[in-house]
């Protein structure tokens, strides 16, 4: 199923829906609303011009829309992390509102 930002530019899409979606307590993910979805990394298609934020000194990518600045997935460059977060805010609401949120840093 794809998911997609505000403006459309950048579409997401994932293999199946994920079981749970965790909104993230720490600083940046309670700034842009995050609802992650993890999925293996190469599970998951992203097309679409995206910037780039690396919070602080760590190495995860966080991607936003380049035109609309909607926040749509992160994922760790060089490979130490085998999944990737997913926001799953950028897909149909009623579709997701049946999967439980968790809450864990
Ligand atoms: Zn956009
Ligand atoms: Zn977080």
């Known amino acids: 199923m794809r998911g997609q930002c505000d403006c459309g530019n ?3 899409t994932i293999p199946e829906l994920p079981s749970e979606m965790n909104a993230c307590p720490c600083e940046f993910c309670s700034r842009v609303g995050a609802r992650w ?3 293996k990394r190469d599970t ?3 097309d679409g011009k995206t910037d780039v934020y ?3 000194t760590r190495t995860i990518e966080f991607h936003r829309c380049s035109i609309c600045g909607v926040v749509t997935h992160w994922h ?3 490979g ?3 999944h990737m977060g997913v926001q799953m805010l950028n897909f149909d609401r ?3 509102a049946e999967i439980p949120i968790v ?3």
């Open 54 to 56: 690396r919070r602080a």
């Open 94 to 96: 009623v579709v997701i």
């Open 76 to 78: 760790e460059p060089k």
């Open 103 to 105: 809450i864990e840093p």
């Open 44 to 46: 998951v298609q992203v």
């Open 10 to 12: 950048v579409t997401v």
């Open 37 to 39: 979805g993890y999925f």
């Open 80 to 82: 130490r992390l085998p």
